[in-house]
């Protein structure tokens, strides 16, 4: 099973099946793909595969996941998936001391050669809570971001 098999496996256990809460910007949603993000899809009859094949394309590729270690892949994929592909970027940038331009190229995946994947881990998920933190939507999904922040470091540590 390749590393965004497993991911993709892992992330799916979180995102879950239709909602339509007002209270998401994302708006409609199945297994975690939005109406918002991808306007031209029918969310309410998205199939797995399909969504599958979304994500492969609009996040893992391009927090070029098949070239990092896959603990940071997995947590990346997470992150951009979540806050989208830039976002996810800047915070693993940003904990591997790399210039945060929100795009993971050749200079961004240099830095893992001199870099402690565990403590980047750490680092990017006390980022990416800590920005979560601040969202105007915190009162509303704050204990299930904070519980699934939780659940990554667990998780992450099987890659």
């Not at 599958?52 to 070029?64: A, C, F, G, V």
């Not at 929100?102 to 961004?108: E, Y």
């Not at 870099?115 to 881990?121: D, V």
């Amino acid at each position: 099973m390749t590393t965004f098999d497993r991911s993709f496996d892992i992330l799916i256990g979180h995102e879950g099946g239709y909602v339509n809460n007002p209270a998401d910007p994302g708006g409609e949603t199945n297994f975690g793909i939005s109406k918002a993000a991808h306007p031209n899809e029918d969310i309410r009859n998205m199939t797995l595969d399909r969504a599958k094949s979304i994500y492969r394309r609009d996040y893992w590729d391009k927090i070029s996941g098949d070239k990092l270690p896959p603990k940071i892949a997995f947590l990346t994929f997470d992150a951009a998936v979540n806050s989208g592909v830039a976002q996810a970027a800047k915070w693993l940038q940003t904990t591997v001391g790399a210039v945060p331009d929100g795009f993971i190229g050749p200079k961004t995946l240099a830095k893992f050669a001199i870099t402690n994947t565990a403590e980047a881990a750490r680092d990017m998920l006390q980022l990416r809570l800590a920005f979560m933190e601040q969202l105007p939507t915190y009162p509303v999904f704050g204990r299930g971001w904070r519980r699934r922040i939780i659940t990554l470091a667990m998780q992450s540590a099987s890659f």
